[in-house]
C-alpha cells in the first residue's frame, strides 16, 4: 500500500509530463515543416542568427 | 474531400494598402509568401540565405511543407514587392498571400491533435490502472484499493471525454438540430452513457466499471478525425497558394510609352503589360510584341515550354520564361482562365460534398432502431413492475452493449487496412472517402498528356543519328534547361556516350545554342531557322515538320534532325485493356490538337476521345456521361483537369501532377505505371464488400446480445467481453485485406 502511495503519482506524473511536453510542442511550432526539419539537420554551415551578426559587425 | 477555396474579396486591396512604403511608422510588418518553385531543402536554404542578405529584412523562416516563407521586414528600408523581386532574381516565384483566413484551418488541425494527445495520456494511464483491477479480480486486491483505482479512472475519465469527446458532441448536436442522425448521434450517446453509468458505479462501489472503454473509442477516433482533417487543411492552403498567384505586380504600358506599377486586381482588358523574363503574366491576353518560351505547366500540365510570338494567346499564371514581351490584355482577374478553373474547382468540390458515407447510412437506419430498443426495455421492465431503477440500469446496459464499438470500426478499420495496402504498392489515397466512391465507378475517363503519356519529351530517332553527332549535340545540350536539350542528354548517356560539357555555348532564347569552334565557324543546336533548315533545299518538307530540334555543325555540313515523341506509359495500352475487358468504358479527353489525341488513343487502344477540351468542356463532358447514368473515374495531371477531377464522381492523379490537381483528386498515383490504377478500384471493391461483410458481423452480434441484454441476462463483464470481442473480429476481419489476392 505503501509503495502505490508514491508509485501511482509517480506513473501519472511522468505521464503528465509527456503530455505537456508534446503540447509544448505542438505550441511552439515544432511539427510546423516537418519536411524542412529533415533537411535542416544537414546544413551544418549554417551559423545560429546571432553568431552571424558578430560575424557581420567583426568585419 | 471537403475543399473550401475561399476567394476573399478584400485581400488585394488589404495587399495593395498594406504597402509599406505608404505607411510612416517603423514598426516591423510580416508578410507571407507562397514559393511555387521550392522544393527541395535546397530551395529553402537558398531563399532563406538571399533574404537574410537582403536590406531591412529582421527574420525569414522557410516552410518547405506548405511551400510559404514568413518573413519579417522594416517597411522603411524594403516592402513586400522588393522582397518578391529579390526572391524572383533568385530564380524563385513567390507570390504574398493574405495571412487573415491562413491560420484557420491550421487552428483547427491544432485543437484535433490537442484532444488527441490528452485522450491518448487518459486513455494509456486509465488501462494501466484497469490492467491492475483486472488481475486483482484473480488474486487478492482489497474492495479500498480497487475503489480507490475506480476514482482515479474516474479522475482522469471524466475531464478528458468532456474535453476531446467535444468534436463529436458538437457534430452529434449539429446533425440533431437539423433532424438527422450521423454516426456521431450513437458515440456521443454511448460516451455520455458509460462514462456517466460507470460514475454512478463507482460510487456505489461495484466492480466492474468502463471508463477504460469509453475513453479507448475517444482516443482511436479522434485519431481517424485528425488524419481527415489534416488532409483538409494541406488541400487548403494549396488553393490559398493558388489564389495567390494571381495577385501580384505587373508593369502596364500607358498609351504614351510611360510604365506604372499596378497590382494585378487592377489590371484591366485592353491594358498593354509588360512582362519581364522569369516574370508570372497576371492576365489571359495577346502578345504584342517580342518573342519567348512560356512556361505553361501550371495551366497544362506540359513540361515543354511553347514558343510565342506577336499575336500568339498567353494565359494568366504561366511563366514568361526567356525574353521579355508585351502583352495586350483581353481578360483579367476574375475572368482569367485560372480565375476559371479555382471557380470551377470550388462548385465541383461543393458537389462533392453532399455525398452520404456508407457509415452515416448505416448510422441513419441503426441509432432510431438502437434508441427505441432502449425506451422499450425501460417501459417494459417498469410495466413488469421492477422499479424505475432497475429499469433504467436494464436499458443503459442495452445502449451499452449495442455502444457502436463495432459499428464506428467496421468501416474505419476496412479503410485503414485499404490505404495501408495501396500505400505499399505506390498509391496514396488523400480522400478519406475516397475509396467508397472508387468501389462505384463504372467508366475511367484518362487526360492525355502526362497521364496516359509520361509528359517530358523523349528522343524517337536516335538509331538514324550517329554517335558523333549525338555526343556533339550533347555537349552542347549541357548547357541547357529545355526539355529538348535534357531529352538529347539523357539519350547519349542511355547509349553510353562520354560527354565533355562545351565551353562558351550562348543559348538565345526561344531559338537555340551557338558554340564557335576555334578553327572558325559555329556549330548550332535549336529550331529548324536557327539551323538555317528553313532555307535548306536538301531537306524535304515533311522531315522539317515533323523535326523539332536540329543539330548543323561547323563548317556547314549536313543538318541532322532530332525527332521527339511524348511516349505512353510503358503499361498504358495493357492497362486499357485490363480495364475494358472487365466492363469498365475507357474514354480520352484531352486539351491537346486532334492529331496527337487520335494516335495516343489508337496506341492505347481507346475508341472514345475528344480532342481541343477546355476545363469547362471536360466538365460538359463528365456530365454528359453522368446523365447517361455513368459513374465516372477522372485520371488526369494538369491545372486544366484539376476542375474535371474535383467534379468526377472519383478521381486519381499521377504523382507528376500539378500540386493543384493533386489535391483536387482522391489518390495519388507514384512511379512510371499506370497498374496501380486497377489495382485501386479492385481494392476499392473489395473495401466496399468487406465494409459490408463488417456491418453484417457488428449486426449479428447485436442481434444475439440485444435480447440478452434487453431480457436483463447480461451482467456488465459479459457486456464487456462481448463489446471487445466484436471489434477484434471486426478489426481481424479487415486486416485481411492486406493479403488478399485480388483480381478486378
Given at each position: 500500500m505503501t509503495a502505490l502511495a508514491?508509485?501511482?503519482?509517480?506513473?501519472?506524473?511522468?505521464?503528465?509530463?509527456?503530455?505537456?511536453?508534446?503540447?509544448?510542442?505542438?505550441?511552439?511550432?515544432?511539427?510546423?515543416?516537418?519536411?524542412?526539419?529533415?533537411y535542416r539537420i544537414l546544413d551544418d554551415d549554417e551559423p545560429p542568427n546571432e553568431e552571424r551578426d558578430r560575424d557581420g559587425s567583426q568585419e | 474531400?471537403?475543399?473550401?477555396?475561399?476567394?476573399?474579396?478584400?485581400?488585394?486591396?488589404?495587399?495593395?494598402?498594406?504597402?509599406?512604403?505608404?505607411?510612416?511608422?517603423?514598426?516591423?510588418?510580416?508578410?507571407?509568401?507562397?514559393?511555387?518553385?521550392?522544393?527541395?531543402?535546397?530551395?529553402?536554404?537558398?531563399?532563406?540565405?538571399?533574404?537574410?542578405?537582403?536590406?531591412?529584412?529582421?527574420?525569414?523562416?522557410?516552410?518547405?511543407?506548405?511551400?510559404?516563407?514568413?518573413?519579417?521586414?522594416?517597411?522603411?528600408?524594403?516592402?513586400?514587392?522588393?522582397?518578391?523581386?529579390?526572391?524572383?532574381?533568385?530564380?524563385?516565384?513567390?507570390?504574398?498571400?493574405?495571412?487573415?483566413?491562413?491560420?484557420?484551418?491550421?487552428?483547427?488541425?491544432?485543437?484535433?491533435?490537442?484532444?488527441?494527445?490528452?485522450?491518448?495520456?487518459?486513455?494509456?494511464?486509465?488501462?494501466?490502472?484497469s490492467v491492475s483491477v483486472w488481475a486483482g479480480l484473480a488474486s487478492d486486491m482489497d474492495a479500498e484499493i480497487q475503489s480507490l483505482f475506480h476514482w482515479l479512472s474516474a479522475l482522469i475519465a471524466i475531464p478528458t471525454v468532456a474535453y476531446s469527446g467535444q468534436p463529436f458532441f458538437r457534430s452529434a448536436a449539429t446533425a440533431l438540430n437539423a433532424w438527422r442522425l450521423n454516426m456521431d448521434v450513437p458515440i456521443s450517446l454511448a460516451l455520455l452513457l458509460a462514462t456517466g453509468m460507470s460514475l454512478v458505479q463507482t460510487m456505489r462501489g461495484t466492480e466492474h466499471v468502463y471508463f477504460d472503454a469509453s475513453v479507448s473509442l475517444v482516443f482511436f477516433l479522434l485519431i481517424g478525425r485528425y488524419l481527415d482533417q489534416s488532409l483538409r487543411s494541406r488541400a487548403k492552403g494549396a488553393a490559398q497558394n493558388l489564389i495567390g498567384m494571381k495577385s501580384g505586380w505587373a508593369t502596364v504600358v500607358a498609351d504614351d510609352g510611360t510604365t506604372e506599377r499596378l497590382p494585378a486586381r487592377a489590371?484591366?482588358?485592353?491594358?498593354?503589360?509588360?512582362?519581364?523574363?522569369?516574370?508570372?503574366?497576371?492576365?489571359?491576353?495577346?502578345?504584342?510584341?517580342?518573342?519567348?518560351?512560356?512556361?505553361?505547366?501550371?495551366?497544362?500540365?506540359?513540361?515543354?515550354?511553347?514558343?510565342?510570338?506577336?499575336?500568339?494567346?498567353?494565359?494568366?499564371?504561366?511563366?514568361?520564361?526567356?525574353?521579355?514581351?508585351?502583352?495586350?490584355?483581353?481578360?483579367?482577374?476574375?475572368?482569367?482562365?485560372?480565375?476559371?478553373?479555382?471557380?470551377?474547382?470550388?462548385?465541383?468540390?461543393?458537389?462533392?460534398?453532399?455525398?452520404?458515407?456508407?457509415?452515416?447510412?448505416?448510422?441513419?437506419?441503426?441509432?432510431?432502431?438502437?434508441?427505441?430498443?432502449?425506451?422499450?426495455?425501460?417501459?417494459?421492465?417498469?410495466?413488469?413492475?421492477?422499479?424505475?431503477?432497475?429499469?433504467?440500469?436494464?436499458?443503459?446496459?442495452?445502449?451499452?452493449?449495442?455502444?457502436?464499438?463495432?459499428?464506428?470500426?467496421?468501416?474505419?478499420?476496412?479503410?485503414?487496412?485499404?490505404?495501408?495496402?495501396?500505400?505499399?504498392?505506390?498509391?496514396?489515397?488523400?480522400?478519406?472517402?475516397?475509396?467508397?466512391?472508387?468501389?462505384?465507378?463504372?467508366?475511367i475517363v484518362f487526360d492525355k498528356t502526362g497521364t496516359l503519356t509520361k509528359g517530358t519529351p523523349e528522343l524517337m530517332n536516335g538509331d538514324e543519328i550517329s554517335e558523333e553527332t549525338l555526343s556533339a549535340a550533347a555537349a552542347l545540350a549541357t548547357k541547357s534547361r529545355h526539355p529538348y536539350a535534357q531529352a538529347v542528354l539523357r539519350a547519349a548517356e542511355?547509349?553510353?556516350?562520354?560527354?565533355?560539357?562545351?565551353?562558351?555555348?550562348?543559348?538565345?532564347?526561344?531559338?537555340?545554342?551557338?558554340?564557335?569552334?576555334?578553327?572558325?565557324?559555329?556549330?548550332?543546336?535549336?529550331?529548324?531557322?536557327?539551323?538555317?533548315?528553313?532555307?535548306?533545299?536538301?531537306?524535304a518538307d515533311d522531315a522539317r515538320a515533323a523535326a523539332s530540334l536540329w543539330y548543323r555543325p561547323a563548317g556547314g555540313g549536313a543538318a541532322t534532325a532530332f525527332r521527339f515523341v511524348d511516349a505512353l506509359r510503358a503499361d498504358a495500352a495493357d492497362t486499357v485493356e485490363a480495364l475494358r475487358s472487365t466492363g469498365f468504358g475507357v474514354v480520352l479527353l484531352s486539351g491537346d490538337q486532334e492529331a496527337a489525341v487520335k494516335s495516343a488513343a489508337a496506341t492505347a487502344g481507346i475508341e472514345d476521345w475528344f480532342a481541343r477540351q477546355r476545363p469547362d468542356e471536360k466538365i460538359g463532358q463528365l456530365k454528359r456521361l453522368e446523365a447517361e447514368g455513368r459513374c465516372v473515374l477522372m485520371v488526369g495531371d494538369g491545372l486544366n483537369?484539376?476542375?474535371?477531377?474535383?467534379?468526377?464522381?472519383?478521381?486519381?492523379?499521377?504523382?507528376?501532377?500539378?500540386?493543384?490537381?493533386?489535391?483536387?483528386?482522391?489518390?495519388?498515383?507514384?512511379?512510371?505505371?499506370?497498374?496501380?490504377?486497377?489495382?485501386?478500384?479492385?481494392?476499392?471493391?473489395?473495401?466496399?464488400?468487406?465494409?459490408?461483410?463488417?456491418?453484417?458481423?457488428?449486426?449479428?452480434?447485436?442481434?444475439?446480445?440485444?435480447?440478452?441484454?434487453?431480457?436483463?441476462?447480461?451482467?456488465?463483464?459479459?457486456?464487456?467481453?462481448?463489446?471487445?470481442a466484436s471489434s477484434i473480429v471486426v478489426t481481424a476481419n479487415a486486416l485481411r485485406l492486406t493479403t488478399a489476392k485480388l483480381k478486378l
Open positions: 508514491w508509485l501511482i503519482p509517480a506513473a501519472l506524473a511522468l505521464g503528465l509530463l509527456g503530455l505537456v511536453a508534446f503540447l509544448w510542442a505542438l505550441r511552439t511550432g515544432q511539427f510546423e515543416d516537418l519536411d524542412g526539419a529533415a | 474531400m471537403a475543399f473550401a477555396v475561399d476567394i476573399d474579396p478584400g485581400a488585394a486591396e488589404r495587399t495593395a494598402t498594406g504597402e509599406p512604403l505608404e505607411r510612416p511608422q517603423a514598426k516591423p510588418e510580416s508578410a507571407v509568401l507562397a514559393i511555387e518553385n521550392m522544393n527541395c531543402g535546397g530551395c529553402m536554404r537558398k531563399i532563406e540565405r538571399v533574404l537574410e542578405d537582403a536590406p531591412g529584412i529582421a527574420s525569414v523562416r522557410a516552410n518547405l511543407s506548405a511551400k510559404r516563407v514568413t518573413v519579417a521586414f522594416d517597411p522603411q528600408n524594403t516592402g513586400t514587392e522588393t522582397i518578391i523581386q529579390t526572391l524572383a532574381e533568385a530564380g524563385f516565384r513567390a507570390a504574398n498571400l493574405a495571412h487573415n483566413n491562413l491560420d484557420d484551418s491550421n487552428r483547427a488541425d491544432r485543437d484535433l491533435l490537442r484532444r488527441l494527445a490528452v485522450a491518448g495520456f487518459a486513455a494509456a494511464n486509465i488501462m494501466l490502472l489590371l484591366l482588358p485592353g491594358m498593354r503589360v509588360l512582362v519581364a523574363a522569369g516574370e508570372r503574366i497576371f492576365v489571359d491576353g495577346v502578345i504584342q510584341s517580342g518573342r519567348t518560351d512560356i512556361d505553361e505547366q501550371l495551366i497544362t500540365g506540359e513540361s515543354v515550354p511553347r514558343s510565342a510570338g506577336h499575336g500568339d494567346q498567353v494565359f494568366a499564371g504561366t511563366v514568361c520564361l526567356t525574353a521579355p514581351i508585351e502583352v495586350k490584355a483581353t481578360a483579367a482577374d476574375n475572368d482569367t482562365l485560372l480565375a476559371e478553373i479555382t471557380r470551377l474547382m470550388e462548385t465541383a468540390e461543393q458537389n462533392k460534398g453532399r455525398y452520404v458515407r456508407l457509415a452515416d447510412k448505416a448510422a441513419a437506419f441503426y441509432a432510431p432502431v438502437v434508441h427505441t430498443l432502449g425506451l422499450v426495455t425501460f417501459l417494459a421492465w417498469m410495466w413488469v413492475g421492477a422499479g424505475w431503477e432497475a429499469a433504467l440500469i436494464t436499458a443503459i446496459s442495452v445502449l451499452i452493449i449495442t455502444c457502436p464499438c463495432a459499428l464506428a470500426l467496421a468501416v474505419p478499420a476496412v479503410q485503414v487496412a485499404a490505404t495501408s495496402r495501396l500505400f505499399n504498392r505506390g498509391v496514396i489515397m488523400t480522400a478519406a472517402d475516397g475509396l467508397e466512391r472508387l468501389s462505384e465507378i463504372d467508366t542511355a547509349s553510353g556516350l562520354r560527354i565533355v560539357p562545351a565551353d562558351e555555348v550562348i543559348e538565345t532564347p526561344g531559338a537555340g545554342l551557338t558554340r564557335r569552334i576555334s578553327g572558325g565557324g559555329e556549330e548550332r543546336l535549336g529550331s529548324a531557322d536557327w539551323c538555317g533548315v528553313d532555307r535548306d533545299p536538301s531537306v483537369d484539376a476542375p474535371a477531377l474535383a467534379a468526377a464522381h472519383a478521381s486519381i492523379s499521377p504523382a507528376s501532377a500539378v500540386e493543384v490537381s493533386q489535391i483536387a483528386s482522391d489518390g495519388i498515383i507514384q512511379g512510371l505505371r499506370l497498374a496501380p490504377l486497377t489495382e485501386t478500384i479492385a481494392v476499392a471493391r473489395r473495401t466496399r464488400r468487406m465494409s459490408l461483410q463488417n456491418f453484417a458481423i457488428a449486426a449479428t452480434y447485436n442481434a444475439i446480445c440485444i435480447p440478452l441484454a434487453m431480457a436483463g441476462f447480461v451482467t456488465p463483464l459479459i457486456a464487456a467481453i462481448a463489446m471487445s
